[in-house]
């Protein structure tokens, strides 16, 4: 049974750091597409961050409002995916949800349970 | 960067009726475009991907058409567990971008 389990997010002052991990089970998220995707509070989602497969050379894509802060990654050893989020800024607060894409083509179908991050004072 | 508008943002209907949801880009996607329930407190969950093509598990009476700008979401008759928000979401181009949905309630 595929599986997606976040944790790691919490209440961090702005400026500070943090990383979220995704346990994954039921495949190897080497081989797949992995992805962040973010919703804050009673808003709409919002694609961060993706990872290709090894296969497809992991390349890693960023928008633009995280480039530069958070990095996305994987320990296959683990079988774990990353985001380490760096000068975190109240904006950022959200539900942050770990996806993968694994019969529908580069469509996100298998997605964890979310874990929320608050950024504030 | 791709911005997808959905219309309308509530469609209020009840049990039985169809539903049609529409999403527009703002430039041509071809058919990559996909659309997702989400209820409180819960995920998204995958209904349509590559706009026609429905995931894994999804009932019959979700559809989607549409390439190039125009798409639509259509639930054919309305159940009780249909009533939440969908969202259309593009991966024609990076940042790949989410719509910002459309909530169907019960009329």
């Known amino acids: 049974e595929v599986q997606l389990v976040e944790s790691g997010g919490g209440l961090i002052q702005p400026g500070g750091s943090l990383r979220l991990s995704c346990a994954a089970s039921g495949f190897a998220v080497s081989r797949n597409y992995m992805s962040w995707v973010r919703q804050a509070p009673g808003k709409g989602l919002e694609w961060v961050s993706l990872?290709?497969?090894?296969?497809?050379?992991?390349?890693?894509y960023y928008t633009d409002s995280v480039k530069g802060r958070f990095t996305i990654s994987r320990d296959n050893s683990k079988n774990t995916l990353y985001l380490q989020m760096d000068s975190l800024r109240a904006e950022d607060t959200a539900v942050y949800y770990c996806?993968?894409?694994?019969?529908?083509?580069?469509?996100?179908?298998?997605w964890g349970q979310g874990t929320l991050l608050t950024v504030s004072s | 960067e791709i911005v997808l508008t959905q219309s309308p943002a509530i469609l209020s209907l009840s049990p039985g009726e169809r539903a049609t949801l529409s999403c527009r880009a703002g430039?041509?996607?071809?058919?990559?475009l996909a659309w997702y329930q989400q209820k409180p407190g819960q995920a998204p969950r995958l209904l349509i991907y590559?706009?026609?093509k429905r995931a894994t598990g999804i009932p019959a009476r979700f559809s989607g058409s549409g390439s190039g700008t125009d798409f639509t979401l259509t639930i054919s008759s309305l159940e009780p567990e249909d009533f939440a928000v969908y969202y259309c979401q593009q991966r024609s181009n990076w940042p790949f971008t989410f719509g910002p949905g459309t909530k169907v309630d019960i009329k």
């Open positions: 430039q041509s996607v071809s058919n990559y």
């Open positions: 590559d706009a026609t």
């Open positions: 990872i290709y497969s090894t296969e497809y050379g992991g390349s890693t």
């Open positions: 996806a993968t894409a694994l019969s529908s083509g580069w469509t996100l179908d298998y």
